[in-house]
Structures are given as C-alpha cells and as structure tokens.
C-alpha cells in the first residue's frame, strides 16, 4: 500500500529564513510526487511535482523539493520564507495518470512564520 | 473557465437531513475521485470512478454515495448526516495515462 509520512506536524520558521519541510513515502512503482499548499479556508494550491528527470523540481513561490530514490523522500525547501507562506503543506504520492487509488497525501506540516 | 468545479461551497444542514454536493470537470479527464479533509486537516481518499469502475474507499460509510451521469459529473450524495460527517469534500481528476491531478476548491459540509 502507498503511503506517505510528513515527520513534522509544526514547524516554526523567522521570516527570512531558509526552510525545510520533510516527506518520505512508500509506493511500490515509480512514485508520483507532490506538494500542495493550503492557506486557512482555502483550497490545495499546487506548489509543484515530479515523475521523472532532474531530480530537483521548481515549483511556484519559490519553492523547491529534492527527489531522494535511496531515502525514498522528496523535501520541500525555499532559501527565505516569507510571512505570507504560513500555511499547511502536504506532500503526496500517486501513480503517473491517475488511477483507482488516486493520491494518497502526507498528514501535513503546519508552516508558523515568526516575524 | 474553472477546471473542476464544486457547488455549494459552504453548506450547514442538520443532523438527519439528506444533502448533495455536486462536481463538474470541464477537462475530459476520465477518472475523478472524491477526497475528504478531517478537522485535523487529513486528507483521505473516499472514491474513485472512472466510467467503467467505481473504488470505495473500505472505511466510507454506505450512507455516502458517488452518482456520475455523465463522464464529466461526479456528484455526492450523503444520507442521514451526523455530526462526524462535518468536513471539507474535495472533487478531484486526472486522466489514464497522463500526468496530473486537477483539485476543485472545496465544499465546507457543517452538520449541526
């Protein structure tokens, strides 16, 4: 079965800072991999994703996630956060194009920006 | 044009009532899902449906319902809600063979 664990449920970061946000997963083929950002009330915004090629992914916001095959993780990082970044993020995995099993998403880390 | 689109986007009702949550994708992807988000922010897959094929999730009371009458449609239905029922529904898709999920924006079921 998939599966994915997001270590840290809060993180609190100065704004300025660089971040880092954990995620491993388990997925028995080439894994699929996401992270979404939700902002309170609001729905999943997609920071980025990656399948296959350089393992480190651009994304929205500045944001960037490293995909690990030998750690089986794929962490998010941004070089200086701002205090608009205080969300909750998810990282997820899936099969590419779909599928019965869709996404199956991390826990969360709950993003706390000190000024 | 929205991608996937859900409606209503907030909805209370009371406990026992019988509601509907409606989602359209305007992308002709062939397989939508619905997700569920717990008050602890926990996302979980509850369906997925693909024209031919309909995945329950194995914890999804049958109280809950996915109806599709057409490809593009995937709608929930919800019977004699309760309170643990309150959570936000997300519609999703994606299409076989190609990359991507497409998330609508959300519906906020209070049950009261």
């Known amino acids: 079965a998939q599966s994915v664990t997001q270590p840290d449920i809060h993180i609190t970061v100065s704004e300025g800072a660089s971040l880092e946000l954990r995620c491993n997963y388990s997925?028995?083929?080439?894994?699929?991999l996401f992270w979404y950002v939700q902002s309170p009330g609001q729905g999943l915004q997609l920071l980025l994703k990656?399948?296959?090629?350089?393992?480190l992914v651009q994304g929205i916001k500045g944001f960037e996630a490293e995909f690990k095959r030998s750690q089986s993780s794929f962490n998010l990082r941004k070089p200086s956060v701002h205090w608009s970044d205080a969300a909750e993020y998810f990282c997820?995995?899936?099969?590419f194009g779909g599928g019965a099993d869709g996404l199956t998403f991390g826990k969360g880390t709950h993003l706390i920006i000190q000024p | 044009d929205t991608a996937v689109s859900q409606t209503p986007k907030y909805l209370v009702t009371q406990m026992g009532n019988d509601k509907s949550i409606k989602c359209e994708q305007n992308?002709?992807?062939?397989?939508m899902y619905w997700y569920k988000q717990d008050s602890k922010k926990f996302l979980k897959i509850m369906f997925s449906?693909?024209?031919?094929?309909?995945?329950i999730n194995e914890t999804v009371p049958n109280r809950f319902s996915p109806k599709s009458p057409d490809k593009a449609h995937l709608n929930l239905h919800i019977n004699s809600l309760e309170l643990g029922d309150s959570a936000v529904y997300f519609c999703?898709?994606?299409?076989?063979?190609?990359?991507?999920?497409?998330f609508g924006s959300g519906t906020r079921l209070t049950v009261v």
């Open positions: 999703a898709s994606s299409q076989t063979g190609q990359g991507g999920y497409t």
């Open positions: 997925y028995g083929a080439t894994p699929y």
């Open positions: 990656y399948f296959s090629g350089d393992t």
């Open positions: 997820a995995v899936g099969a």
């Open positions: 992308l002709g992807h062939d397989t």
């Open positions: 449906y693909n024209n031919k094929e309909l995945i």
